[in-house]
């Protein structure tokens, strides 16, 4: 620990190397924003196979929703209200389901692929749906690369700013796609234009919506604007705190250690290429709060040992402070990961990514308390000395480590 102080600038090569790479990024390939900053339509499609088609012709109504791979048909006709389920633990194969459904009064069904499993059904965007007249069709996922990522960009490609990614195993068929929106296009037009640009690679039946999200320019540019200054609000109101409960020196030693903490966040995320959205906003919020607590464990217990330490020795003090605040630090930051680290292998989506930000996070923001902070704050204090406090009587029954002899 002792060697913190001689070799204090070694500490901030790493953080220097990864900053400069995530600057280079920025200005090479730049964010990789999500569809709240960017503005745009954000779909996720699934090229999958009809299994088979139903229809309802009576009076009443019929509803078919499916959850879990259970397939629930609702009917209410005539006053009542029959559901029936096809479970594919007892209906495995969608012959098996056609021909319980097909035995129901006023139900159609029309068997495209009989071979296909039950429970490869996908629920997309067009579940639940009222049946009518006009045959639905249910789709099945298969383990079939027909149609690659290469040939989805190559149908999408006249139009603007495409980014395909592949969803999930690439047998799936599953694509997040994003494109970007002009002024003066609508959601309809776009999603109009992209089904039928695809519908040289599949039929209108097969391609499936799993989700659709669609951001104007106009709100995507609010959005934007007021994440900047959240950050900017909190770092402020942060140094203004400090600056009151420490002196100048704790403050602005603080604030560059957060701004560290945010730029190290930001390099990770350039370099990784990680979709940035409101979501990383909030992630790194949290990473600012996390790591400002661990700050001010440690400064505070180095304003307490200014007085005690033998020979109001700052480098001392600073190093018997993070001695005796290490423990607790590497206990909070391991029970933090343990919590977060599973949602960022076993979770998707925002959650995914913003545990991931947060894994990161936490490691930053232990380094920084730890490696960073200090050493900024034996920089200034040359300017605003830390061990200029009033004379008190020292406290026989008060040991600090090995310091106070």
């Not at 019929?62 to 259970?70: E, F, I």
Request: aromatic share 10%; proline share 3%; charged share 15%.
């Amino acid at each position: 620990m002792n060697k913190l102080i001689k070799y204090r600038y070694l500490f901030m090569l790493p953080s220097a190397l990864i900053i400069i790479a995530g600057l280079v990024v920025l200005f090479t390939l730049g964010f990789n924003t999500g569809i709240d900053f960017s503005s745009g339509l954000f779909e996720q499609i699934q090229i999958a196979p009809v299994g088979f088609d139903i229809s309802y012709s009576g009076d009443g109504s019929a509803n078919l929703s499916a959850q879990q791979g259970v397939l629930k048909l609702t009917i209410k006709e005539s006053g009542n209200t029959t559901i029936y389920e096809v479970d594919p633990n007892s209906y495995k194969t969608v012959n098996d389901a056609a021909c319980y459904l097909g035995e129901i009064n006023n139900i159609t069904i029309n068997i495209k692929n009989d071979s296909l499993d039950m429970e490869d059904i996908v629920v997309g965007a067009n579940f639940p749906v009222t049946l009518s007249s006009a045959p639905f069709h249910v789709n099945f996922a298969t383990n079939s690369d027909d149609v690659s990522i290469s040939d989805i960009r190559s149908a999408l490609s006249p139009m603007n700013g495409l980014n395909v990614q592949v969803a999930g195993n690439k047998s799936d068929g599953i694509f997040s796609i994003k494109v970007k929106v002009d002024e003066g296009e609508t959601q309809r037009e776009l999603e109009s234009q992209m089904k039928s640009l695809l519908l040289e690679l599949a039929s209108p039946e097969e391609i499936v919506t799993l989700q659709s999200d669609f951001v104007g320019p106009k709100f995507s540019s609010t959005l934007f604007t007021s994440s900047i200054k959240a950050v900017v609000i909190a770092v402020a109101l942060i140094l203004v705190y400090i600056w009151v409960r420490f002196r100048f020196s704790y403050a602005i030693s603080s604030i560059i250690a957060l701004l560290h903490d945010v730029l190290m966040m930001f390099a990770f995320i350039l370099i990784f290429r990680l979709e940035v959205s409101s979501t990383t906003i909030a992630a790194v919020l949290t990473i600012i709060g996390y790591s400002l607590n661990n700050t001010i464990v440690i400064f505070d217990r180095i304003r307490e040992n200014v007085i005690y330490v033998k020979g109001n020795d700052v480098d001392r003090t600073i190093i018997v402070s993070i001695k005796e605040s290490l423990s607790r630090t590497i206990i909070t930051s391991l029970t933090t990961l343990f919590a977060v680290i599973p949602l960022a292998i076993f979770t998707t989506g925002a959650i995914k990514g913003f545990a991931i930000n947060l894994v990161w996070g936490v490691l930053v923001g232990t380094y920084s308390s730890n490696f960073i902070a200090p050493v900024l704050l034996r920089l200034f204090h040359k300017i605003d000395p830390i061990n200029k406090v009033k004379e008190k009587k020292k406290d026989e029954s008060y040991h600090i480590g090995d310091a106070y002899v």
